[in-house]
C-alpha cells in the first residue's frame, strides 16, 4: 500500500526515529503501525530515539593516524561505567577507523555515511549499538588533520582516554611531537604561539590589567611598563610555546621543540564531557525507588 507522510509522521511522533527510518519501517510493514512500531524497536531504532534526551557526558576520545592524516574524535555515553565496557572502546576505536578513511567535513555528514560493519549509515550502527548497550551513545565531534612528509603526529591518550591530544610538529619526529601532545594533555594550552591569538583578545586582556594596576594605586607613569609584563604572564598561561614544559620546566616548550630541530604547527585536544551539562544522580534516592516498586 502507498505510504502517506501522514503515517510518516504518526510513526516518527510515536517512536521519535527519523524519517526515512519510519518510511522504510512502513514500507516492510505494509502500513500496519504496529509492526511498524516493532520493526522499529527490533531495529533498536526506537529504543534510541526514546534515549535522545538524556545527558551523555562521559565517554572517550581516540586518536588515530595513517599516512599523512589524523584524527581525533570524541564519544559519549551516560556513565563512566559504560565507557569502559569493552564493546564501547570498540566501537570508538571503529569510529574513529570510520572518519580516518572518509573524511566527512562534519559529525551529520559522519552519521550519514554508509559504515562497514553494518547494514547502513553510522548512525544506524551507533543505533544497534545503543539497542545492545542499554545507553545514550552519541558522537559528539571529531577533528582531522593532515601533514606534509617533513612534518610529524603525536598521538596521546591519558586516564584511558579521558583526554585526547593529536599534535603536528615540523622537522622534528614523532617522540617529540608526542612529547608536546603529553604537555598539552597536562596544561591545556589555548594557542600555539603570540600571533595566534587575536588583536581583540590582547587589547582587552590589557585593558583589565591596565585597570588592575591603577586600582592598586600605582603611579601612571609606571603602569604601561607593569602592564606589558603582566601581559608575558597571559601569554605565558595560554601560549603552548611560551608555557614551562611538563618534562623539563627549566625550558620553554618552543625551546625544546626547537632544539630538536623542529616548531609546533597545531594540536587539538579533546577532554570528554567538556563544556556539556552533567547529570548528577542521587544513587541513594535511584536505589530506594527501585525498592519500592
Known amino acids: 500500500m ?28 505494509d502500513g500496519d503501525m504496529d509492526k511498524a512500531v516493532d520493526f522499529l524497536r527490533e531495529k533498536g531504532i526506537a529504543k ?42 570498540n566501537l570508538v576505536s571503529s569510529v574513529a577507523d570510520h572518519v580516518l578513511a572518509n573524511k566527512p567535513a562534519d559529525v551529520e555528514q559522519a552519521l550519514g555515511q554508509d559504515y562497514e560493519g553494518s547494514d547502513g549509515t553510522l548512525q544506524n550502527f551507533i543505533n544497534d549499538q545503543i539497542a545492545k548497550i542499554g545507553e545514550k551513545i552519541s558522537l559528539r565531534r571529531f577533528e582531522i588533520a593532515e601533514k606534509t612528509d617533513s612534518q610529524s ?16 610538529v615540523e622537522g622534528a619526529d614523532s617522540d617529540v611531537a608526542k612529547d608536546v601532545a603529553m604537555h598539552v594533555a597536562a596544561i591545556n594550552p589555548r594557542y600555539v604561539g603570540r600571533d595566534a591569538v587575536s588583536e581583540e583578545e590582547v587589547n582587552r586582556e590589557r585593558e583589565v590589567l591596565k585597570q588592575q594596576a591603577l586600582n592598586e594605586g600605582k603611579p601612571e607613569k609606571i603602569v604601561e611598563k607593569m602592564v606589558e609584563g ?42 570528554v564531557g567538556e563544556g556539556m551539562e552533567k547529570r548528577e544522580d542521587n544513587f541513594a534516592e535511584e536505589v530506594m525507588s527501585q525498592v519500592k516498586k
Open 230 to 271: 603582566r601581559l608575558g604572564k597571559f601569554f605565558e598561561e595560554i601560549c603552548l610555546n611560551e608555557q614551562a614544559f611538563v618534562k623539563d620546566s627549566d625550558q620553554k616548550v618552543g625551546k625544546y621543540v626547537e632544539s630538536k630541530g623542529g616548531s609546533v604547527v597545531s594540536f587539538a585536544r579533546f577532554e
Open 48 to 89: 534510541a530515539a526514546k534515549k535522545a534526551d538524556r545527558v551523555a557526558a562521559e565517554g572517550l576520545t581516540a586518536v588515530k593516524s595513517e599516512g599523512n592524516t589524523g584524527v581525533i574524535v570524541e564519544i559519549n555515553s551516560e556513565t563512566d561505567f559504560v565507557a569502559k565496557n569493552e564493546n564501547f572502546q
Open 153 to 168: 603526529f603525536g598521538e596521546y591518550l591519558h586516564m584511558g582516554g579521558r583526554i585526547g591530544v593529536l599534535t603536528v
Open 2 to 29: 502507498a505510504i502517506s507522510a501522514k503515517m510518516v509522521k504518526e510513526l516518527r511522533e510515536k517512536t521519535g526515529a527519523g524519517m526515512m527510518d519510519c518510511k522504510k519501517a512502513l514500507t516492510e510493514s
